[in-house]
């Protein structure tokens, strides 16, 4: 399989449940990230991993923690989430950052009840 | 902070029309990259082009074209002949040790 893929596509949680969003990519990009795209509103660019490690984490609350434990694979670990936390989370990667086009993931569509 | 500015938050024509999408960027860096993507109806964003600030030759793809102008910071994006599928949010964005994003225009080609 080619591309970045994201699991799930669909997610309906809980305020006080714990779930978690993968990101998987098979083309030997070295940088990682997280974006949050809500109704109305730019790309807001939560976390970056560059060769597993994060580099960026852009003031985002404590309840969502990324995990990078390899180059290809990236998590969104969720809990104790809000209503406003409801969007469309998109995982992405390149080759380097800065330089190179993304690929994006066809987003994980998140509703908190 | 460095913009990217998309002034234009909805667009629409009537299909065969061609529409030009405007993209203002600031940066301090004398290398930089920008790029557009595409976000259709489905939400997965789709890489279009890529150009560096070394290259300004426009670029032409199909129906595609993008004016890279440095003098104005711009980075136009022109459909030719637009089509219904080519109804999505359109992302303009700049990229150096960071990329930064523009609010995106919708485009909306009525047939």
């Known amino acids: 399989e080619t591309g970045v893929t994201q699991t799930p596509r669909h997610l309906v949680m809980g305020m006080t449940n714990k779930k978690s969003l993968k990101c998987e990519q098979h083309?030997?990009?070295?940088?990682m990230y997280w974006y949050k795209q809500s109704a109305k509103k730019p790309l807001e660019l939560m976390f970056v991993?560059?060769?597993?490690?994060?580099?960026e984490n852009n003031s985002v609350p404590s309840r969502f923690s990324p995990e990078c434990p390899n180059s290809s694979h990236l998590f969104l670990h969720l809990h104790t989430l809000q209503p406003e936390d409801s969007a469309l989370y998109l995982c992405?990667?390149?080759?380097?950052?800065?330089?190179?086009?993304?690929?994006f993931g066809s987003g994980t569509r998140l509703t908190v009840v | 902070a460095q913009k990217v500015t998309q002034a234009q938050t909805e667009i629409s024509v009537v299909e065969k029309e061609d529409v030009t999408l405007d993209c203002v960027y600031e940066t301090r860096d004398t290398t930089y990259y920008l790029f557009w993507y595409k976000q259709p109806p489905s939400g997965e964003l789709v890489f279009l082009i890529r150009?560096?600030?070394?290259?300004?030759q426009n670029e032409i793809s199909g129906r595609y074209s993008w004016n890279f102008q440095k003098s104005t910071s711009s980075f136009n994006f022109t459909i030719t002949a637009s089509q219904v599928v080519d109804s999505a949010v359109y992302f303009c964005?700049?990229?150096?040790?960071?990329?930064?994003f523009g609010t995106g225009t919708r485009l909306k080609v009525l047939a």
């Open positions: 150009r560096n600030s070394f290259d300004e």
């Open positions: 964005e700049r990229g150096t040790y960071k990329y930064i």
């Open positions: 083309l030997g990009h070295n940088a």
């Open positions: 991993y560059n060769f597993k490690e994060q580099t």
């Open positions: 992405a990667s390149s080759q380097e950052i800065g330089s190179y086009g993304y690929t």
